[in-house]
């Protein structure tokens, strides 16, 4: 079963079920007739009742997402497969995370600076913006350059009605995009961080023991994948602990009481997990989480799953935060 199909609970949404189907129709040419289908303007839409504006909305999700799901697909794959342009990591530095902006020619992250996970996370963020840049170039200039137009007309009737919490993330293809994406970069140090905290306790397990066990726990990756856009922010904050001054200012790791150790037969770690009592899957589960608007059917992330049918992008991503993770040196015992 893939991952990317089930809800934080394990059950299978019908939902996932429908975009997967989406995405993979998209992905070939005969998707290209999806770029054709006649869109309501912004303006025709926002002179609609509340009612009709969400009936037409939701009827578009689907495709919203799955043309996402193409897009950073191909982001992630082309990230991947040219680790070995930019050695020692395949990481570079676009210049996203200090400027807000993406460099053209970016240089390579250098062998040494991933001394903590907050440069892991920076780096790694700055790599994805800037692969996701090129395949946003190389889309327009291909035969599916109908995806990228499609996506703006999608996310500009989606602007309608989006709240404070969105309208940055529906401001256009690339931060619609991205916005998935950072919750398996960024997100995925932030894991991995708090994992290696976790196993602090275990100083028999080596280096390599350690980054076995994070391989092993894709679930936490994938339980934030899951929820939808108007849920995920609050859901990524009620997960954080307090700030620590000996960090960088600004940064703040994950509870680490919120996860826990799961043992294998043998009593020594296997995987980490997030504790049940603290899931959040679609719907709100906390106080904070009740006064959230629930308008739509959780989709979650565009990185969930493989229109080409492959490994999840998701997986991807944190498989490789942890193979990064521990070339730089991050999961030794203390």
Known sequence: MDPAAQDAGGNVEEPSRRLSARAHDLAGQRGAAAGKLRLPTPDALASQPPKAR???????????YAISSVIAEGAVERAYAGRDEHPPYGLVRSGHTDWRMVLATPKAVEEGELDSFFALGKAYVDTMVFHLASEFTALKASDKAWMVSRLEDL??????????ATKGRVRDGLSFVYG???FGTGVSAQLAEVMARLLAPFPDLAAAERAEVLAR???????FAALNFDHVIVAYHEFLGPPDPSTP??????????????????????????RPEHLVAGKPHTPRMAAVRTTYATHGCPARISPAGA??????LWTWCVDLAHNAGLLAPL
Request: net charge neutral.
């Open 155 to 164: 996310l500009a009737l989606f602007r309608v009605d989006a709240g404070p």
């Open 54 to 64: 969400h009936e037409v909305l939701e009827g578009l999700r689907v495709e919203l």
């Open 311 to 316: 490994t999840p992008p998701i997986t991807r």
């Open 180 to 182: 998935g994406l950072h």
């Open 249 to 274: 200012i600004g940064q703040r790791w994950f509870d680490a009481d919120r996860f826990a150790v799961q043992p294998g037969a043998d009593g020594r770690p296997f995987a980490i997990d997030v």
């Open 217 to 223: 726990s894709t679930r936490p990756a994938h339980r």
